[in-house]
């Protein structure tokens, strides 16, 4: 085990918790390409996405101020339930007996049990300044769905989910418990949409996918003057939300009198990694510090390791803006594994290019070595995680086993962006040897890239 000693965990107590959050499009040394519009493929002025976000978030998504002030009432929600420890894991570290030092940020202790309540609440804070009543959205695995139907229930909002089918197979309770804070759910591909109708009915057994899902929520939004569109993840705005994480992240490292050589987090839309790293990848470009960032995807939906770094379609409808990112094709099914939060097809805009330019590595990790993790890291230290964050854990005890082989006593941080409380399907279907893994081949790439749009 490594000699250096810190604290088992560091909490920040109110008034230490960040008062703006950080913006890293004012540090990018490449800039992203815009948003284009899906119909006419010109560039997105903001007036194109007034009929889904308010304004105060397109604002958000384009700005490249450095530091946004949060809003005081936002802060004041923050406060309620942002008690995330940076915790050192030295249950983890005797576990699998190495010479690195194992650190975790964990975002599974607020009322949604993922990171995703902290951009929930911002946005439905400005959408209700904006005077919306009604929002719609999507969710992959239930944890974005439940986290803004917490939120809308926070401001009196009405919230509609269109549930990715496989999902809402897999997981009945995340429904009931969105139903509980108000929330109307639909499983998606449904019948509420144009773009559902038309999947079911070349598909009657369709298992959806977030594409799909996205397509019906901003079909509904657009259809309704009292609606907004939201999404949990990949946007700019929703990204610099999740900066929080990272941002106290650094005041507890300094707290714990160190500094990560390593940080590793999940990627479905880039949000939780992006939130998590962002802070820190603002050394490595100004050349303070030279740490490693790993973004860890499922190998069933691998768009960082395999996919294109091109222009896409946010979505299978063809409704949200058109995206420069790393996409296996907008059309893209991924395989029905465990960790739905997980299967989008694309990639955020930023995480996208700072995976280009080299500041971000990735790596791919079929499902039964992420519950293999899973297990250990729970056995260790008792926190059940969700089958998302253990991709995080998978590469953070490879990582610590590579260190462990060359006698290296390095700092490896991950982000634990939820717990897996409502993941017991999967656990089962570990525990019982059920657990499939899935094979992305040339032939899905190739297909799936056919679709591409000529820009
Ligand atoms: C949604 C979710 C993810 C994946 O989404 P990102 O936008 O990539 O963060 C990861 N972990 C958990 C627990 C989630 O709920």
Redesign the pocket.
């Known amino acids: 085990m490594s000699n250096k000693k810190t604290p088992v965990r560091v909490y920040l107590n109110e008034n230490e918790l960040p008062k703006q959050w950080y913006n890293i499009q004012a540090d990018m040394p490449n800039p992203i390409k815009p948003y284009l519009n899906p119909m006419t493929k010109e560039l997105v002025q903001p007036q194109d996405l007034a009929p889904l976000f308010p304004m105060a978030l397109i604002e958000q998504e384009m700005s490249t101020e450095r530091y946004i002030d949060i809003p005081e009432e936002v802060l004041d929600k923050y406060k309620s339930f942002r008690y995330s420890p940076l915790v050192r894991a030295y249950g983890l570290e005797k576990a699998i007996g190495t010479t690195a030092r194992i650190y975790y940020k964990y ?2 202790t607020n009322p949604s ?4 309540l902290n951009t929930a609440v911002p946005q439905a804070y400005y959408n209700k300044k904006e005077g919306i009543k009604r929002i719609s959205t999507e969710t ?2 239930g ?2 769905g439940t986290a803004l139907s917490i939120a809308c229930a926070m401001y009196g909002l009405e919230c509609v989910v269109y549930m990715v089918r496989v999902s809402y197979d897999q997981k009945p309770y995340r429904k009931a418990v969105m139903q509980t804070y108000g929330a109307t759910v639909y499983a998606s591909p449904s019948k509420e949409t144009n773009v559902g109708r038309s999947i079911l009915e070349k598909d009657p057994n369709s298992l959806g996918s977030l594409g799909i899902a996205i397509s019906e929520a901003v079909e509904d939004a657009v259809m309704r003057e009292d609606t907004h569109y939201a999404l ?3 946007l700019n705005h ?1 990204i610099l939300h ?1 900066t929080i994480i990272g941002l106290e992240s650094l005041t507890q490292f300094e707290k714990m009198g160190d500094y990560p050589d390593m940080v590793i ?11 998590c790293a962002f802070p820190f990848i603002k050394h490595k470009i100004s050349g303070e510090k030279d740490t490693r960032f790993i973004a860890v995807e499922p190998a069933a939906c691998p768009k960082l390791t395999k996919g294109k770094f091109t222009y896409d379609f946010g979505d299978t409808g063809k409704m949200a803006p058109i995206t420069h990112m790393y996409t296996l094709g907008h059309d893209f099914i991924p395989a029905g594994i465990h ?1 739905g ?2 299967r ?1 097809h694309g990639d ?1 805009a930023l995480l996208s290019q700072l995976y280009h330019d080299g500041y971000v590595e990735a790596q791919a990790v079929h499902q039964t070595d992420v519950f293999k993790a899973a297990v250990t890291f729970a056995k260790a230290e008792s926190i059940l995680p ?1 089958p ?2 253990a991709h995080a854990i998978a590469v953070a005890i490879s990582e610590a086993n590579k260190c462990t082989e060359k006698g290296e006593d390095k700092a490896i941080f991950f982000n634990l ?3 897996g409380h409502f993941d017991l399907t999967a656990y089962e279907a570990y525990n019982s040897g059920k657990l499939e893994d899935f094979e992305y081949t040339d032939a899905m790439l190739k297909q799936g890239l056919a679709t591409v749009p000529e820009i």
């Open positions: 975002e599974g049990g993922s990171h995703k992959g695995a944890q974005w949990g993840s990949v929703v999740q987090g999940c990627n479905g839309g880039g949000s939780n990694f992006s939130g960790a939060g997980l989008y955020s969700a998302e964050s962006s939820g717990h």
